[in-house]
């Protein structure tokens, strides 16, 4: 798991409207929008990303990535080369 991994995977969850607050269980927080069996996947990954111990630079944290993400400041991060590019598909 690469720091850029983990970032792809919390942007095309936000991309998806499924970004939820990674400290709280995926299953109750996405009953709304994901099948369980999905939200087990999410939560499993997430798990994933917070075990891997990453180097989260400026945002401290996946959590502290999370929020640059919900307050629309990544376009600005990204421009001001904080955190790499980042090509979506």
Known sequence: MTLQDAQFYIINLHQKDWL?????DA?????DVATVKQAHAIQKNV?????????WG??????????ALH??????LIESHEIPQLKLS
Not at 27 to 31: E, G, P, Q, T
Not at 47 to 55: F, P, Y
């Open 20 to 24: 939820y607050h990674l400290d709280d």
């Open 27 to 31: 299953v109750d927080c996405l009953r």
């Open 47 to 55: 798990d994933l990303i917070i075990d891997a111990n990453l180097d």
């Open 58 to 67: 400026i945002f401290d944290c996946p959590l502290g990535f999370c929020v």
């Open 71 to 76: 307050n629309n400041e990544l376009d600005l």
